[in-house]
């Protein structure tokens, strides 16, 4: 099943052509990016949502495509022990906002959504690997993901671990294989971004300073290594890849790692509003984990109205990367930024 993409996009077809220590700030690749907004966005902008763009629409119909994608990929096959476990998980639901966010990046840089659809996929894949094993008793300990039982309560803890291991390798074996008609060095420097997101220097690193972190008091400088890691590496990687699959510039790809960074920080510290703020059914998952585990969070260190400034400071200088390009083009990550600062789950 093809993305079908708004009318207002399609009849646009040009193409446009380092570890923990005590000075955690200095040694995250990340936290050295500073991103300053090219254009001023009031909190006010940040919270309305985009004129003339259906969202829920595009969102819906991603999401679609995206499960359609998915089931097709990883098929119920011999040991049916493992694939049911990984598909279990993998096709739970879900916002899709990582492969939502590698779609709209191609299709920004006037590439082939048919073409991303592959590492648009390959993200939920490594996502929904994080998610397994986030949630194991040795980890964060939880009981329901996305509304119901976790995989290790459904699977048993050796499952859950394997299955989220094969998601991890099959997504760059699916990537490789079954993407056609991209430069296989396009398709290189997608590997090495999606590997780097989701190993030592991206999401494992930013779990492991997690996991050192708790029943401690650390700073924000620590606590932003553990967000841009932990969460923001893997939406940078859906949106560096989207644009590198699509066939942008060196510069664009990187307005586009700015704009990514942005929204990924701004995604964790609304989670960790969420978590204090909601109640397990709006979240699907279990309320309060934060608390319970004694971790420091933003509204921890800032409290919750502070916090709240702050991603919608991130969201407005995510948004400000956007100047430039065609506005309908834009619309979907305008919007996705927006979404990130206002989503109640």
Do not use: W
């Not at 009981?143 to 499952?159: A, I, L, S």
């Not at 430069?183 to 930013?206: K, M, N, Y």
């Not at 859906?238 to 942008?248: L, S, T």
């Amino acid at each position: 099943m093809l993305l079908r993409q708004p009318s207002n996009l399609r009849c646009l077809s040009a193409r446009q052509s380092s570890r923990h220590g005590p000075a955690v700030a200095s040694l995250s690749r990340r936290s050295q990016v500073v991103v300053r907004a090219a254009a001023p966005v009031t909190a006010e902008e940040v919270t309305q949502k985009p004129e003339s763009f259906d969202f829920a629409s595009y969102m819906a119909d991603t999401a679609k495509s995206v499960q359609a994608a998915l089931d097709k990929a990883v098929p119920l096959k011999y040991p049916e022990s493992l694939n049911e476990g990984m598909r279990y998980s993998l096709l739970a639901g879900g916002k899709r906002v990582r492969p939502a966010l590698c779609l709209a990046a191609c299709q920004l840089v006037g590439g082939d959504l048919e073409q991303a659809m592959p590492t648009a996929c390959a993200m939920e894949m490594i996502h929904t690997m994080s998610l397994i094993h986030d949630d194991l008793p040795a980890m964060d300990n939880d009981d329901f993901r996305r509304g119901r039982p976790t995989n290790h309560k459904v699977y048993g803890e050796n499952m859950a671990i394997l299955s989220g291991d094969a998601l991890l390798a099959y997504s760059f074996e699916h990537i490789c294989r079954d993407t056609k008609g991209v430069p296989a060095e396009r398709l290189v420097r997608v590997v090495v971004e999606l590997a780097r997101a989701s190993g030592a220097d991206g999401l494992v690193g930013g779990q492991v300073v997690d996991i050192q972190s708790e029943d401690k008091e650390v700073g924000l400088d620590v606590l932003k290594y553990i967000h841009e890691h932990k969460t923001a590496a893997l939406l940078e990687a859906a949106v560096v890849c989207g644009a590198i699959v699509g066939g942008a510039d060196d510069a664009t790809v990187e307005k586009l790692r700015r704009y990514a960074l942005n929204i990924g920080l701004a995604f964790q510290v609304i989670d960790d509003i969420l978590d204090i703020t909601q109640s397990t059914e709006v979240l699907g998952k279990t309320a309060a984990k934060d608390l319970a585990s004694n971790k420091t969070t933003y509204p921890k260190l800032l409290g919750i109205e502070k916090s709240k400034q702050v991603a919608e400071q991130l969201i407005a200088e995510a948004i400000a990367q956007l100047d430039g390009f065609e506005p309908s083009r834009a619309a979907p990550l305008v919007a996705l930024a927006k979404y990130i600062g206002y989503r109640q789950n």
